[in-house]
């Protein structure tokens, strides 16, 4: 026998929030028998391949003739060596995300050493504002946000004092929250994007002035 019995596309979808581009977001993906008789396998949008492992009929070998991402053939030969059949594959890409929206935004304590508490973001989508307010007193010249944004989008801070896209890493990046910070999403379309003005406010200072112990 000289079947091919499946097949999977190993990679990951690269971020190009980074230059060159990070394999960011692993997975593994399954050819599919179509009833043409082509194995198609659909990949997300920026898939880059790191092996493509095919199973055969045990004793048979195979060669691939064309390279990914085009179409290729299988040929599987027979334990005989002789008889051979082919197989066509198919790669087809899905679209890239238009999303582009930051869903959580905190400043964590295990991330910032001038927090004792978590610090939980309200977000305003209509009025594209994020605003937290933080103990009084607290040093908000380095906190760090950890956010969640849209799967394969881009998080980056520009506007007034930045003259540049500044890239921004959840639980990583440190920012000055001394003003409000302009925050921009662009999809992985590299069309869509949306942004939020970032508000870090002090909650009110303790009035509390008594007494408690008086010791001689």
Known sequence: CNDLIAGNATGSVLDYCVEGGDPAWPGSYPFVEGEDGVWTVMVPYGFELSSMP????????????????????????????????????????????????????DFLAEDNTALDVDVIGMIDEAANRIDLEVPYGTDVTMLIADFDHSAHSCVYINGPGVTDFFYQTSGMTANNFTGPLHYTVIAQDKIAEDYYNVYVTFGPADSQNDLTMVSL
């Open 54 to 105: 095919l199973t055969i009929t045990p004793g048979a070998t195979y060669s691939v003739a064309g390279v990914w991402p085009a179409d290729m053939t299988v040929t599987v030969t027979a334990e005989n060596g002789i008889s051979t059949q082919d197989f066509d594959l198919e790669v087809k890409f899905g679209p890239a995300s238009d999303a582009h929206m930051i869903t959580r935004f």
